[in-house]
T-cell receptor
């Protein structure tokens, strides 16, 4: 069964450093998403991406965050200058269409720890 | 803003039915979803229901939706130890493709 792959599975970084989290969505999917879950809290929407541009973003997704699809397969989330409160599990997801139920397939997540 | 709430824990005996409850506030919800997360794995879609339905059954899973009370439940019949996981309720409004998730309910199945 096709799956969404995320790397790294766990990254530890110092506050103020840049971090790039990588995702390989399902190959024929066109819609891409990042969500995050701070330990003990809800899974929160960050951003959706379609046709090489952001289609929707949350208040969390400020100027420190950016997303990119640098080639035909990867979808990345960059955090420019990490803060302690960026520590969370980051989930990538993709879907084939937003009409109907818009079923998202999620990756296993990348755990980011900011020290 | 929209909110989705779930109880945090549920413990059931193997073979019994499990019922996981969820409440939401968005009256414009179009679809409601149940996701399962096993340790070290991503969020796996179990089932979803369109907001104009009140019930959906899929093998051992039954979803009930009370739109008036904004209450969603997931019933797992004949619960097995392999069903032990965190179950997330999520909703999507009509004018967006983002999902609003609950905190997740940790289901523990004991022999």
């Amino acid at each position: 069964e096709p799956e969404v792959t995320q790397t790294p599975s766990h990254q530890v970084t110092q506050m103020g450093q840049e971090v790039i989290l990588r995702c390989v969505p399902i190959s024929n999917h066109l819609y891409f998403y990042w969500y995050r879950q701070i330990l003990g809290q809800k899974v929160e929407f960050l951003v959706s991406f379609y046709n090489n541009e952001i289609s929707e973003k949350s208040e969390i997704f400020d100027d420190q965050f950016s997303v990119e699809r640098p080639d035909g397969s990867n979808f990345t989330l960059k955090i420019r200058s990490t803060k302690l409160e960026d520590s969370a599990m980051y989930f990538c997801a993709s879907s084939g269409a937003v009409s109907g139920a818009n079923v998202l397939t999620f990756g296993a997540g990348s755990r980011l720890t900011v020290l | 803003g929209e909110d989705v709430e779930q109880s945090l824990f549920l413990s059931v005996r193997e073979g019994d039915s499990s019922v996981i409850n969820c409440t939401y506030t968005d009256s414009s919800s179009t679809y409601l979803y149940w996701y399962k997360q096993e340790p070290g794995a991503g969020l796996q879609l179990l089932t979803y229901i369109f907001s104009n339905m009140d019930m959906k059954q899929d093998q051992r899973l039954t979803v009930l939706l009370n739109k008036k009370d904004k209450h969603l439940s997931l019933r797992i019949a004949d619960t097995q130890t392999g069903d032990s996981a965190i179950y997330f309720c999520a909703e999507r409004s009509y004018n967006t493709d983002k999902l609003i998730f609950g905190t997740g309910t940790r289901l523990q199945v004991f022999p």
